[in-house]
Nanobody, 125 residues
Framework: VQLQASGGGLVQPGGSLRLSCTASGLTFSRWTVGWFRQGPGKEREFVAVITGDGGPTSYVDYENSVRGRFTITRDNIKDTVYLQMNSLKPEDTAVYYC????????????????WGQGTQVTVSS
């Protein structure tokens, strides 16, 4: 099983980025995918999670500080989960990781079985 996170970069405050997480080696549609981030000197924290086919009945959850600014979606045909990040703030600066687990939802690192490498997001003027 491999997860690959991409799409990070340098963006000004108020800007947007879209991260992608692609998966191989598993039946992607059956797996929950979460995004986590780890800022400088901080613990890795939950950002967002999605379970389901990406349609209106999918389960999604967000960490409070990103709710309303970030949107998690998935395309099970492309085996990819996206994290659209708008209105970015300097405090969103972190390495962003995607992870996969078999069960619905999941906010804890220990809930996840597989992890991708991170992608750096830097929000700075």
């Amino acid at each position: 099983v491999q997860l690959q996170a991409s799409g990070g970069g340098l963006v000004q405050p108020g800007g947007s980025l879209r991260l992608s997480c692609t998966a191989s080696g598993l039946t992607f549609s059956r797996w929950t995918v979460g995004w986590f981030r780890q800022g400088p000197g901080k613990e890795r924290e939950f950002v967002a999670v999605i379970t389901g086919d990406g349609g209106p009945t999918s389960y999604v959850d967000y960490e409070n500080s990103v709710r309303g600014r970030f949107t998690i979606t998935r395309d099970n045909i492309k085996d990819t989960v996206y994290l659209q990040m708008n209105s970015l703030k300097p405090e969103d600066t972190a390495v962003y990781y995607c992870a996969a687990r078999k069960w619905v939802g999941g906010r804890r690192r220990m809930d996840y079985e597989y992890w991708g490498q991170g992608t750096q997001v830097t929000v700075s003027s």
